[in-house]
C-alpha cells in the first residue's frame, strides 16, 4: 500500500491529540482510505516535555524547516497557532510543493487570501476543518456535501467558552464576572479571556464560514462584533421568561447579492435546535435553498475532538495525493469576489430584544412606543416587570420587534434616551 | 472548463428536484468545483407529464439503456427506487464504466456486496449520499470526515413519517392509529405504511450506516427490527412523566469486536440532542472515539433536501472525474468482513423501560422485583400510577431498570408473566 509522509509542526495539546490518533487508528485508517498514513516528524521549540505520548527517538526535532524539506513528509500539519510563524512556515510549505492542514483559525481569517493564493499558484491542497468547530465537520459539509445549494444564512455557536458561561448564568442565575472566574478556576477559560468573551474567536470563524459559502474573502474587519462581557443576568431571565436562551451567535446571511455578517449575543427559541446546544458544545445551522435547515453538532474544541478532524484532512490528502492530483486549492478564493457587497452595521436588519429602565410615571409608554413607531421599528411583544429595588422609581420594560435594521432601532433608542424616561443605557440584544 | 456529463433514471419527485437543483445552482457549482456538470438525459416510462421543471426538447426518453450509454454521459444518477430495475440499471452502468449515484436505500440494504463490488470491479465511482438522511451529509461525514475515529455507536432518528407521528402523539396525547390515518391525509405517510411504520425502511438505512462505520457489509436479516405500531398513548405519557420523549431509533453499537444493530422504539432523555428532533426531521448521533459525541440534523426526505445530496454527490464524482481518478469504490467491501461479529438479538444489551399492569393486592411487587433481582436485571426507577378504569383491580407499574441484556430481561417478564400478578402483556421498550 502506498504511503504518506506527515509531518507535524507544533506538538501542544492537539498536536500530541493528532499523533496518538494517527498511530491508534493506522489501521482503521489504511483500509478506510487505502493508503497508509505515516507520521515521520515533529517539529517544536520544546524538544524534552512529556506529552503523554510516545514517538520514536530521531522523530522530533526544533528545526520546522527541516520537517517541512524533508522529501519523505508529503503533508505539513500546521498546529502552533497565531499568525507569525505559523504564517512563514505554511507559506513556506506551500512554496515547496506541499500539502497543508492548519487548525488556524486567526490566520486563515486575517491572511486567508494570502495562504489560498499560495496554494492556488503551487498547485497543493490547503486544508482547515478543525479551524471552526473542531471536531464537527462544518468545513467539509459546506464544501462539499452543500456544492449544490446556495447558502441562504449560518447561525452558529462557536465558540465553547461563551457557551460555557452563558449555560451557567442561565441554569444558576449567576453573573457573568462570577461563573468567568469559575471558568477559569476550571480551565475552561483562559486568563486574558477577550479573544473568547469579546467574540473574536467566533468572528475569526465566521470569516472562515463566510468565505467558504459566498466564495471570496471576507475581510475581519467588516465584521460587527459584540462579546458577552456586558451581558446581565436580569436579561437572560427575562429572555427565559419570553422562551429563550441567549447565546453568542454568528451570523451569516444572504440577501440577493448583499451579505450580513456579524457576532452577537442573540435570544434563541427554546423551540430552535441551537436552543438544546448547552456547555461547551458547538453547532451551526446551515439554510441551503435546496437542503433546507441542516445542523451540525459536536465538541468545537479539545485535544481528541480536533484531531479527529485533523486527521479527517490528513486522510484526504493522502487519498488525493495517492491519485497525485490536488483538488480543492479554489475553494476559498474564486471569481466571485465582485459579486457580493457587504452590508454594514447600520444596515444589518434582526428582530431585536430591547431592556429599558423606565421612569414609573403616566406618558412613559407612551413616548417609548411613538419613538418606536416614528422609526419604523414594530413591536411583537412588551412586557413590562416588577420595580427593581436598586432604581427605585424606574421599572424594566422589555420589548421584543419585528425585524428592523440596527439604524432604525438605535436611532429610536436614541430619541427615547434623550426624552427623560429612562435612567440607564438600553439594553439591545439581538433575537433570532 | 471540463464539462461532466449526467444522465438521470427516473424522473419522479427528486429527479425533478435535482433537475431543478443542476439548472438553477449550475454557475455557482462550476465554480465551487471548477467543473462544469451538464445534465444531457433523463430517462422515464411516462415522457409527458408535466413535473414543473423545463427540460429541453429531446433530453426525455422511455430508453434508459440509451442513456446509459451514451457517451457524453459520465455519471448516471438513479432515482427509480425498489430493487428490480433499479439493480439492473445500475450494474448495467457500472460494468460500462459510468459513475453512479444512487438515493436507493432498499438496493443497497439488499444489494450491496454484489454492487460495491462491481463498482471496484470497473474502477468507477458509485455515491449514495441521499439513501440515508435525505439532505443530511451522514454519509458523507462517516466516509470523511471521521475517517480517523473508530466508530463507537450511531443513534439515528432515521424516517420522518415515524417522527411526526411519535411527535403528534406526544404533543395531543392522541393514539397512534389516529395520528397515522391524519399523516396519510396529509401525505406525511404512505397509504400502506408498513416499510415505515414498521421499521424497515429505518433499518435499511441502519445497515447502510453500520456497513460504512465498520467496513463490512451487515445483512438485513441480522437486524432486530421493531416499529412503533403497537405503540401506546399511555407509555408516551409515562415516558414524559419520567423525562423522556419516545423516538424510533436506530442502534448501533460496538463492544470490542461484536456489533450490536437494532431498531426500535426508544425513551431519549429530554435533555438528549435526539430529544429536540421533531416532526418530519431527521438526525444522527455518531460517538467516534476520537471526535466524542456528533450530531447531524436536517430534512430526512423530500424533494429538494434529497436533490441536495444526491447533486453534492453528482459533484464530488464530477471533480474526480475531472482528474481522472475514481476514489470511493472500496468504501464499504474492505477486508474486515472476518473481524467483526454480530450480536444477535438476546445479548444486545440497553437500558429498558417495562410497564405491566399489576394486580393491585399485597405481594405483588416483590414477585416482580424477585423475578428482576433473579435474573440480574436491576431497577433504577420505579412508580405505580392510578388504577386504570379500563382495568378495574389492576394498577400501571412502570420500571426503569440499568443495562441488560435482552434475554436477561425477557426471562424476568417470562416469570412474572406465568405468576398471575399482571393481566396482560408486558409492555417492553428501550431507553437511551
New interface residues.
Given amino acids: 500500500m502506498k504511503q504518506i509522509g506527515v509531518g507535524l509542526l507544533g506538538f501542544g495539546t492537539v498536536g500530541a491529540?493528532v499523533v496518538d490518533?494517527?498511530c491508534?487508528?493506522r489501521e482503521?485508517?489504511s483500509?478506510?482510505?487505502?493508503v497508509d498514513v505515516v507520521l515521520r516528524k515533529i517539529a517544536d521549540l520544546d524538544t524534552t516535555s512529556d506529552r503523554g505520548v510516545k514517538v520514536a527517538p530521531g522523530m522530533l526535532t526544533s528545526d520546522a524547516m527541516s520537517v517541512i524539506h524533508d522529501p519523505e513528509i508529503q503533508i505539513i500539519v500546521e498546529l502552533i497557532g497565531g499568525t507569525t510563524v505559523s504564517r512563514t512556515f505554511i507559506l513556506e510549505a506551500l512554496n515547496s510543493g506541499k500539502s497543508v492542514v492548519t487548525a488556524n483559525k486567526k490566520l486563515l481569517a486575517e491572511y486567508g487570501q494570502e495562504i489560498f493564493d499560495a496554494a492556488e499558484k503551487n498547485r497543493v491542497d490547503i486544508y482547515f476543518?478543525a479551524s471552526v468547530g473542531g471536531?464537527?465537520?462544518i468545513i467539509?459539509?459546506l464544501?462539499?456535501?452543500?456544492?449544490?445549494?446556495?447558502i441562504e444564512t449560518i447561525h452558529g455557536i462557536l465558540n465553547g467558552t461563551c457557551n460555557y458561561i452563558l449555560t451557567r448564568m442561565e441554569n444558576e442565575g449567576a453573573a457573568f464576572d462570577e461563573v468567568l472566574k469559575a471558568a477559569q478556576d476550571a480551565g475552561y477559560a483562559e486568563a486574558n479571556p477577550s479573544l473568547d468573551i469579546d467574540g473574536f474567536d467566533t468572528a475569526h470563524k465566521a470569516v472562515i464560514l463566510a468565505s467558504l459559502a459566498y466564495?471570496f474573502h471576507v475581510p475581519l474587519n467588516e465584521v460587527r462584533v459584540e462579546g458577552i462581557r456586558n451581558l446581565e443576568g436580569i436579561d437572560v431571565k427575562y429572555a427565559k421568561e419570553f422562551g429563550y436562551r441567549i447565546k453568542l451567535l454568528a451570523a451569516i446571511r444572504r440577501d440577493g447579492d448583499e451579505i450580513e455578517i456579524g457576532v452577537h449575543p442573540t435570544l434563541v427559541s427554546m423551540n430552535h435546535?441551537l436552543a438544546?446546544?448547552n456547555d461547551v458544545f458547538n453547532?451551526a445551522m446551515v439554510h441551503?435553498?435546496?437542503?433546507?435547515?441542516?445542523?451540525?453538532?459536536?465538541?468545537g474544541a479539545?485535544r481528541?475532538?480536533t484531531?479527529?478532524?485533523v486527521?479527517?484532512d490528513?486522510?484526504?490528502i493522502a487519498?488525493n495525493l495517492s491519485?497525485?492530483?490536488p483538488?480543492y486549492s479554489?475553494?476559498i478564493n474564486?471569481?466571485?469576489s465582485t459579486k457580493f457587497r457587504i452590508r454594514n452595521a447600520d444596515e444589518i436588519s434582526s428582530k431585536f430584544y430591547v431592556r429599558l429602565m423606565v421612569r414609573d410615571r403616566a406618558g412613559s409608554l407612551g413616548i417609548m412606543t411613538n419613538a418606536f413607531g416614528k422609526h419604523g421599528v414594530s413591536i411583537r411583544a412588551a412586557t413590562q416587570k416588577e420595580t427593581d429595588e436598586e432604581f427605585p422609581g424606574y421599572v424594566p420594560v422589555v420589548f421584543l420587534t419585528h425585524r428592523a435594521t440596527h439604524a432604525a432601532i438605535t436611532a429610536a433608542l436614541a430619541e427615547i434616551t434623550r426624552s427623560d424616561v429612562i435612567n440607564a443605557e438600553p439594553v439591545l440584544l439581538r433575537v433570532l
Fill in positions: 491529540g490518533g494517527l491508534r487508528n482503521v485508517m483500509q478506510r482510505l487505502g476543518g471536531g464537527i465537520p467539509r459539509v464544501r462539499e456535501g452543500l456544492a449544490g445549494n446556495e466564495g435546535m438544546s446546544v453547532a441551503g435553498d435546496l437542503s433546507g435547515d441542516t445542523l451540525y453538532y459536536g465538541r479539545g481528541a475532538p484531531a479527529s478532524t486527521i479527517g490528513i486522510g484526504d487519498r491519485t497525485g492530483i483538488r479554489r475553494a474564486t471569481v466571485n
